[in-house]
């Protein structure tokens, strides 16, 4: 495939979409990022990036190079030869919400023309690419999934704030409803990424995604009960752990936190789950068991919080709790299904002052009724106790040893006295 003047639309300007918009700038495409969010397609136009892992100066460089159009008018879509949605999927009441997705493929739809190519990363269930999405791009193309137009799936791997494992050194799984769509995906790929991995159909690329997540998801609720129960027990998990991590073959390391957040692990596993309770009428238990583990994790650290403040005959009631972290995982702005934002909500129920310190996310994202601070010395020692949620980089761990009475480290962080882990 010739990249030179080929044209890309990329429907999604987020962590998933720019990253790979930007890629495909370096490696000679016209781009058009599309989103529909005027807000963030002003400011992409202004050289400000929304995700960390794309750099202002990497988004300056696209821009000045004049194939990079970012636009929120779906009609930029004209004349594509391939078009990649990754756009949200999220849960609506436990039910995969496909909105964002159907709509991508209806506008897609209104420029699809023979040979153009139209790929789906947004994770969801197996089945949609060829359930969903096709139906929609030939009855608004009058157009034929195959014969006249290629369509194909590759679940999205981008890991936030990740310097090591990148999209362009990132094995990326692709998959084609027939030979000639995968020939055209995975070349499209090839010119991106340093190594491309073929499977059979869309079904088993949207199954890849799926298990990938849900191995995570399970494993982590594995070690969060484990290390509840451990607790109780007075044992220290960490040094389990640490233990068991120095066998080399057989296990993989886990560690507990307060929860899980992101796009992934909160809703991908439930994607799977919905699927096989829908087509096959059976419970997938274990998914349904890790959700139960992770999503009371921030019930737990609200409640070793109270444990911790009652130790010093403190009720949380007016006692002031600073947070440290909003994002829900370290070294980047994305707070989406936090668990801080749920322990902030039950701290403040319970009658809490809450101070909360992230370098990384941006203000609106900071719950109402919540202080935004700066950790510092003083802010360290005027709270009654300082929780660590995000172990961000920024943060000066040091100081807030030095000056915090009481620190709970649900990241077996630190080590002093004034320390109490997870």
Not at 15 to 20: K, T
Not at 45 to 70: F, I, N, T, W
Not at 277 to 299: I, K, T, W, Y
Request: aromatic share 6%.
């Amino acid at each position: 495939m010739e990249t030179n003047g080929r044209r890309l639309v990329v429907v999604g300007q987020g962590y998933v979409g720019l990253p790979l918009a930007m890629r495909a700038v370096e490696v000679g495409f016209n781009v058009v990022g599309v989103d529909t969010d005027d807000d963030k397609i002003s400011a992409i136009r202004g050289g400000k990036s929304p995700v960390e892992d794309v750099s202002g100066q990497r988004l300056e460089v696209a821009l000045a190079s004049g194939r990079y159009q970012p636009t929120s008018d779906a009609a930029g879509s004209k004349g594509f030869d391939v078009a990649v949605i990754s756009v949200p999927t999220p849960l609506l009441d436990g039910v995969p919400d496909l909105k964002y997705v159907e709509q991508a493929a209806a506008d897609l739809s209104a420029h699809l023309r023979l040979g153009a190519c139209v790929i789906l990363e947004s994770t969801t269930y197996p089945g949609t690419t060829e359930e969903v999405v096709a139906p929609i791009l030939e009855q608004g193309s009058g157009l034929r999934a195959g014969p006249d137009f290629h369509l194909g799936y590759s679940p999205e791997r981008i890991d936030p704030g990740n310097a090591e494992w990148r999209f362009e050194n990132t094995p990326k799984v692709v998959s084609g409803i027939d030979e000639a769509s995968l020939a055209v995906v995975q070349t499209f790929y090839g010119e991106l990424v340093e190594k491309t991995v073929a499977v059979s159909s869309p079904k088993e690329a949207e199954l890849t995604k799926l298990l990938e997540n849900t191995f995570r998801h399970v494993n982590i609720a594995l070690v969060n009960e484990l290390a509840m129960f451990a607790h109780d027990l007075g044992i220290d998990v960490w040094e389990a752990i640490d233990a068991a991590t120095t066998k080399p073959f057989g296990y993989m390391r886990f560690t507990p936190g307060p929860g899980v957040g992101g796009h992934c692990l909160p809703i991908d596993p439930s994607y799977l789950s919905w699927r096989v309770r829908q087509s096959l009428g059976h419970s997938f238990r274990f998914v349904e068991l890790a959700n139960d583990v992770n999503d009371h994790m921030p019930d737990y650290v609200v409640q070793r919080v109270v444990e911790l403040l009652n130790g010093r005959s403190l009720p949380v009631n007016g006692r002031r709790v600073l947070l440290l972290g909003l994002a829900y995982k370290k070294n980047t702005g994305d707070a989406r299904e936090s668990p801080s934002r749920r322990i902030c909500e039950l701290l403040l129920g319970l009658g809490a002052d809450i101070r909360v310190a992230d370098p990384h996310v941006v203000d609106h994202h900071v719950p109402a009724g919540v202080t935004r601070v700066e950790l510092t010395a003083e802010e360290a020692a005027s709270a009654d106790l300082a929780v660590l949620i995000v172990d961000h980089d920024d943060f000066d761990l040091d100081l807030l040893v030095r000056h915090a009475t009481l620190v709970f480290d649900t990241r077996n962080r630190l080590t002093a006295p004034n320390v109490v882990p997870l």
